[in-house]
């Protein structure tokens, strides 16, 4: 007996259509000659090994990272994850009408990803673990009258946490909350715990290691928002805001161990939430009923299935990328593999937020305007709250109409494909001395992107069709 | 560039034109899909479509016409369209509307959360 997958969103009342073919081919073609193009370009100095930063006026620093500004931000921060938990837990349980799964899944998840490049690392100000990590701190340290003692973080153990932890969030969404058996997807109720759950792990986190390191590895929010506000030009250093070259500090952020799993889990999660409805819904249809045959019960076969297979994705990703390094390191005058690998991990970054854009624009526009109208005017979704006057607003899909989606889904892959091969080509001028030889060890990287590039059209023209 | 590295990005673009070129025709037959013409009617048994969930394609502009037959009392969501019809046990219900929205919808069961239809509208 054969079932029918449930796999729709819980709050996606509708979907992308597939990429055409003529736009496919076209994509393809451009990453195919922009990728030529660069192997031709003699690019014989690194260009974004330093940042050039330059700070920005005292008073402008002043406003936006000084104490009054800090504690107004935090307070923001703790008092939106409380609502988004006080919503989940109270209000309705239709997934659309809850502020809870909107506000965590697409205004945060997605949206502080793409702000986050414009304008630099904003969530940390309004990082809630991180002002509570912090107002704690400072009470221990008035009372007891020292700062408190952490434990030394395990330099070893990096930002795996980090990465696991980025699987984990989508698993919840994408697999824990799109198969419970009918068509709806997390329940807010689920989402609040989680939340709390979260919070809890987090605050004792802290307490060991301390709240800004483990911000920097371990916190799963401020890792992966913070790795996409290094590609932009704003940021802080010394406590003054300033400017730099854009993409200079992202050359820096894969020092860390398990940095490149961050990335790889970037687009391993993106890849498998694009390709559940397309590219893999035979393959995971086969598995599912495999596990049934086997004496699974439904929900449990389902999500086995599609666990295997983000699992999966994380190790192709992986693979791909350990390939491109593993090549690299034949190139005569190469560093260690090691190097290498911690080396090109901040060319992925650019991949990672095409993948972002191409498979969760139009989700993030229209699903914004429920964020704004109805779900701000009740947020616990009972019908009879109306705060701001636009409980009874609905979403405007006719914002967008197919082809504006299908020209920036293609637009984000084949941009982030160029971002990625120069801020590589640029590593390898740096690596190796001899340029003949960096462009040499970058043939591999090409394939890497053109591979990611290939697949991300791939999996937009074979979407929801 | 010499001749190995020459050879090794003719091997590449080789490679990647031969996927292109497999992808393109193997996608080539349905990239014209035909339309839904008439009355598609979903009949609904013990709450769920008879048949598996209904397919309807049609192109922007024209008229999106089904009906469902019930034999349970729930309501209609054509989602997306955000068109919603009560339906008794026993009883039918039809939708005709204009296709003036792009993109993948569904329509269910609300009270069940039952998908009974999956409609395309393409550009």
Known sequence: MSFFLPVAHALVARKDLPVPVWLFAWGASIVLIVSFFALSVSWRAPRFEEDRWRPLGAGLSRALLGLPAQIVCGLVGVLLLGLAIYAGLRGTEAPDRNFALTFLYVTTWLGFPLFSVFLGDVFRPFNPWRSVGRVVGAGFTALAGQRPAHLRYPEALGRWPAALGLIAVVWLEVIYGASGGVAVGLAPHAAAVAALLYSGYTLAMMALFGAEQWCRTGEVFSVYFGMFGRLGCFGVEDGRLGVRRPFAAAAKWATVPGSAAVVIASIATTSFDGAQEGAFKGALESTFNHLTDAGFGLTSALRLTDTLFILLCFAGVGLVYLTGVWGMASVPGAPSFKKLRAGFAHSLIPIALAYLIAHYFSLFVFQEQAQFTYLLSDPLGTGTTDLFGTASSGIDFQLLNANAIWYVQVGALVIGHVIGLTLAHDRATAYWGDYRQAARSQYWMLAVMVAFTCFGLYLLSVANA | ?123
């Open chain 2, 1 to 123: 560039m010499n001749s190995n590295t020459g050879r090794a990005v003719a091997g590449i673009a080789i490679i990647v034109v031969a996927v292109v070129l497999l992808i393109v025709l193997k996608n080539g037959g349905s990239d014209t899909s035909a339309t839904t013409k008439g009355v598609t009617t979903i009949v609904i048994k013990n709450g769920k479509p008879v048949g598996g969930i209904a397919q309807l394609t049609y192109n922007r502009g024209e008229q999106v016409r089904f009906k469902v037959d019930s034999d349970v009392s729930d309501e209609v969501h054509m989602h997306g369209y955000d068109i919603m019809k009560d339906v008794k046990a026993g009883g039918s219900v039809s939708f005709d509307f204009p296709a003036t929205i792009e993109g993948v919808f569904e329509a269910e069961l609300e009270g069940r959360k039952e998908q009974i239809l999956e409609l395309t509208v393409n550009p």
